[in-house]
Protein backbone atom coordinates (compact mmCIF):
# COMPACT_ATOMS: atom_id res chain seq x y z
CA UNK A 1 0.00 0.00 0.00
CA UNK A 2 1.36 3.52 -1.46
CA UNK A 3 2.01 6.11 1.59
CA UNK A 4 1.65 10.04 1.29
CA UNK A 5 5.54 11.19 1.29
CA UNK A 6 4.95 14.48 2.77
CA UNK A 7 3.81 13.19 5.80
CA UNK A 8 6.33 12.27 8.96
CA UNK A 9 5.79 9.29 11.32
CA UNK A 10 3.98 11.13 13.61
CA UNK A 11 1.66 12.66 10.92
CA UNK A 12 2.96 16.01 10.65
CA UNK A 13 4.02 17.96 6.86
CA UNK A 14 7.58 16.82 6.12
CA UNK A 15 9.48 17.73 3.03
CA UNK A 16 10.40 14.87 1.68
CA UNK A 17 13.96 13.85 2.04
CA UNK A 18 16.05 13.67 -1.40
CA UNK A 19 19.36 13.64 0.28
CA UNK A 20 20.17 9.95 -0.95
CA UNK A 21 18.57 10.39 -4.36
CA UNK A 22 20.99 10.50 -7.68
CA UNK A 23 20.89 13.11 -9.79
CA UNK A 24 19.41 13.04 -13.23
CA UNK A 25 17.81 14.58 -15.95
CA UNK A 26 13.91 15.31 -15.04
CA UNK A 27 11.39 16.93 -17.28
CA UNK A 28 7.68 17.34 -17.16
CA UNK A 29 5.47 18.34 -18.97
CA UNK A 30 1.70 19.80 -17.78
CA UNK A 31 -1.04 20.97 -19.66
CA UNK A 32 -3.77 23.39 -19.19
CA UNK A 33 -6.72 24.54 -21.25
CA UNK A 34 -8.43 27.64 -21.19
CA UNK A 35 -12.11 27.80 -22.99
CA UNK A 36 -12.91 31.50 -24.36
CA UNK A 37 -16.31 32.32 -25.71
CA UNK A 38 -16.52 33.77 -29.46
CA UNK A 39 -16.55 37.50 -28.08
CA UNK A 40 -13.04 37.10 -26.81
CA UNK A 41 -11.84 34.45 -29.82
CA UNK A 42 -12.68 37.49 -32.49
CA UNK A 43 -9.88 39.46 -30.99
CA UNK A 44 -7.28 36.43 -32.02
CA UNK A 45 -5.10 38.37 -34.49
CA UNK A 46 -2.44 35.71 -36.19
CA UNK A 47 -1.06 33.80 -32.93
CA UNK A 48 -2.20 36.17 -30.57
CA UNK A 49 -4.89 37.87 -28.78
CA UNK A 50 -4.42 41.94 -28.74
CA UNK A 51 -5.92 43.68 -25.84
CA UNK A 52 -5.29 47.28 -24.13
CA UNK A 53 -3.17 45.59 -21.40
CA UNK A 54 -1.45 43.90 -24.26
CA UNK A 55 -0.41 40.60 -26.43
CA UNK A 56 -2.49 37.68 -24.03
CA UNK A 57 -0.26 35.00 -24.59
CA UNK A 58 2.98 36.53 -24.84
CA UNK A 59 2.17 37.85 -21.27
CA UNK A 60 1.17 34.13 -20.28
CA UNK A 61 4.16 32.82 -21.44
CA UNK A 62 6.19 35.45 -19.10
CA UNK A 63 3.84 35.01 -16.27
CA UNK A 64 3.77 30.74 -16.69
CA UNK A 65 7.94 31.36 -16.61
CA UNK A 66 8.10 33.58 -13.55
CA UNK A 67 5.38 30.80 -11.98
CA UNK A 68 7.51 27.97 -12.59
CA UNK A 69 10.63 29.42 -11.22
CA UNK A 70 9.11 30.33 -7.94
CA UNK A 71 7.05 27.16 -7.33
CA UNK A 72 8.45 26.27 -4.15
CA UNK A 73 7.26 29.91 -2.79
CA UNK A 74 3.72 28.55 -3.52
CA UNK A 75 3.57 24.94 -2.44
CA UNK A 76 4.40 24.70 0.65
CA UNK A 77 6.56 21.32 0.71
CA UNK A 78 8.43 21.50 -2.51
CA UNK A 79 11.98 21.82 -2.95
CA UNK A 80 13.24 25.04 -4.60
CA UNK A 81 14.96 24.06 -7.96
CA UNK A 82 17.32 26.08 -10.26
CA UNK A 83 15.55 24.98 -13.70
CA UNK A 84 17.61 24.47 -16.72
CA UNK A 85 14.70 24.88 -19.05
CA UNK A 86 11.01 26.05 -19.02
CA UNK A 87 9.05 26.32 -22.03
CA UNK A 88 5.53 27.52 -22.97
CA UNK A 89 3.67 26.92 -26.13
CA UNK A 90 0.30 28.84 -26.34
CA UNK A 91 -2.14 27.86 -29.04
CA UNK A 92 -5.85 28.08 -30.10
CA UNK A 93 -8.05 25.49 -31.50
CA UNK A 94 -11.58 26.89 -31.83
CA UNK A 95 -12.86 28.00 -28.56
CA UNK A 96 -10.10 26.49 -26.46
CA UNK A 97 -6.61 27.95 -25.29
CA UNK A 98 -4.10 25.15 -25.15
CA UNK A 99 -1.07 26.06 -23.10
CA UNK A 100 1.82 23.62 -22.48
CA UNK A 101 4.42 24.17 -20.27
CA UNK A 102 7.68 21.55 -19.86
CA UNK A 103 10.55 21.92 -17.41
CA UNK A 104 13.70 20.20 -17.33
CA UNK A 105 16.83 19.90 -14.92
CA UNK A 106 19.22 18.32 -13.46
CA UNK A 107 18.50 17.11 -9.58
CA UNK A 108 17.46 14.78 -7.16
CA UNK A 109 13.50 15.50 -7.45
CA UNK A 110 11.33 16.20 -10.20
CA UNK A 111 9.84 19.25 -11.98
CA UNK A 112 6.47 18.30 -12.12
CA UNK A 113 4.96 20.84 -9.63
CA UNK A 114 6.95 23.23 -11.55
CA UNK A 115 5.48 22.59 -14.85
CA UNK A 116 2.08 22.40 -13.74
CA UNK A 117 2.32 25.66 -12.04
CA UNK A 118 3.65 27.39 -14.99
CA UNK A 119 0.53 25.75 -17.26
CA UNK A 120 -2.33 27.02 -14.27
CA UNK A 121 -0.37 30.15 -13.69
CA UNK A 122 -0.66 30.78 -18.08
CA UNK A 123 -3.88 29.79 -17.98
CA UNK A 124 -5.16 32.35 -14.76
CA UNK A 125 -3.51 35.31 -16.86
CA UNK A 126 -5.08 34.29 -20.10
CA UNK A 127 -8.27 34.97 -18.00
CA UNK A 128 -6.95 38.07 -16.38
CA UNK A 129 -6.23 39.62 -19.28
CA UNK A 130 -9.42 38.36 -21.17
CA UNK A 131 -11.94 39.25 -18.65
CA UNK A 132 -12.59 42.64 -19.81
CA UNK A 133 -14.70 41.15 -23.11
CA UNK A 134 -16.34 38.60 -20.95
CA UNK A 135 -16.17 37.05 -17.57
CA UNK A 136 -17.66 33.42 -19.75
CA UNK A 137 -14.25 32.02 -19.56
CA UNK A 138 -13.36 28.15 -18.45
CA UNK A 139 -10.10 27.29 -17.07
CA UNK A 140 -10.87 23.45 -17.94
CA UNK A 141 -7.93 21.43 -17.34
CA UNK A 142 -4.79 21.51 -16.06
CA UNK A 143 -3.05 17.95 -15.63
CA UNK A 144 0.47 16.48 -15.84
CA UNK A 145 0.95 15.13 -19.20
CA UNK A 146 4.25 13.14 -18.76
CA UNK A 147 7.43 12.95 -16.56
CA UNK A 148 10.80 11.41 -16.49
CA UNK A 149 13.91 10.85 -15.30
CA UNK A 150 13.02 9.94 -11.52
CA UNK A 151 12.07 6.75 -9.61
CA UNK A 152 8.76 6.34 -12.36
CA UNK A 153 8.16 7.77 -15.58
CA UNK A 154 4.67 8.79 -16.15
CA UNK A 155 2.87 9.19 -19.77
CA UNK A 156 -0.58 10.36 -19.73
CA UNK A 157 -2.42 8.04 -22.02
CA UNK A 158 -5.54 10.07 -22.76
Same mark, same amino acid.
Given at each position: ?5 ? %?????? *? ?8 ? %? ?30 ? *? ?5 ? %? ?11 ? %? *???? *? ?78
Amino acid at each position: MKEFTH %IDPKGN *PSMVDVSDKA %ITRRVARARSIVVLNDDIMQHLQGQDIQTKKG *PVFQTAI %IAGTMAAKRTSDL %I *PLCH *PLGLDSCKLTITADGNEVIIECTTALEAKTGVEMEALVGASVAALTVYDMCKAFSHDIVIKETRLLDKTGGKNDFHQTT
